[in-house]
């Protein structure tokens, strides 16, 4: 059974705050991801890292920023939040070397973040 | 680039029929292929993968085969039940990055 944590589950928040989303896993996976999910469905990779001082940007910008100073610890911060980041964020995280062979990924359960 | 689609949802079935979520990819080199499965409220779940051509993955009595040929991984089950409802995602695994991409997923609704 996987274990990656979100936390929180849900936040509803002003514009104008900032906030930090928190994902932790207990794996020792060295990959970790942060995906945003429209109210269609459709899943978007933000940002990613493949260690402890490696972050890079996903294929969808984004107004976020993350930092990996741990490996179990993956952070995404909004320094202002608007209401056009109301979504879904789904963290993941996948193995490297032999067990990384097959990239599959992990996810957590989600932070639904509403912005008013 | 590499790419995942799905067909368009939302699929509604009764209980105990069969069910076909189709699923086509364009890839290079020799992905791994897998279909995830979202729960209301939840995050993504793994259902199944295969690794290689030929390959069947299976769980839960859910299978789908990775056909090189048709560039193709179309999820089935023979019988569906009303907790099988969910949105299920195709994906593949970029081989130099190790990244996921997902297509659009389909959801379904089973009805009793």
Redesign the interface.
């Known amino acids: 059974e996987a274990d990656i944590y979100q936390t929180p589950r849900y936040l509803v928040i002003g514009t104008g705050k900032k906030i930090t989303l928190e994902c932790s896993q207990t794996m020792g996976h060295d990959k970790m991801y942060w995906y945003q999910q429209d109210p269609g469905m459709e899943l978007h990779l933000i940002h990613y890292s493949y260690g402890v001082n490696s972050t890079e940007k996903g294929d969808l910008s984004s107004e976020s920023t993350v930092s990996r100073i741990r490996t179990e610890h993956f952070p995404l911060t909004l320094e202002s939040a608007r209401p056009s980041h109301t979504s879904q964020y789904l963290c993941a995280s996948s193995p490297s070397g032999l067990a990384g062979a097959i990239n599959e990924q992990f996810f957590g359960p989600g932070t639904r973040l509403t912005v008013l | 680039g590499n790419s995942v689609t799905q067909m368009e949802g939302p699929v509604t079935l009764s209980e105990e029929a069969f069910l076909t979520i189709n699923c086509t990819y364009t890839a290079t080199g020799y992905p ?1 292929l ?1 279909w ?1 499965v ?1 729960y209301p409220g ?5 259902l199944l ?1 295969a ?1 290689k051509a030929d390959d069947k993955g299976s769980n839960k009595g859910f299978e789908a085969t990775y056909r090189k040929e048709t560039t193709s991984f179309h999820l089935e089950k023979g019988s569906v039940q009303v907790s099988d409802s969910a ?1 299920y ?1 195709c994906a593949l ?2 081989s130099n990055t ?3 991409i ?1 297509g ?2 389909t ?1 379904l609704q089973v009805k009793p």
């Open positions: 791994s897998f995830y979202q939840e995050g993504l779940q793994l993968k690794t949105v995602f695994s970029e190790g990244k996921l997902f659009q997923g959801t």
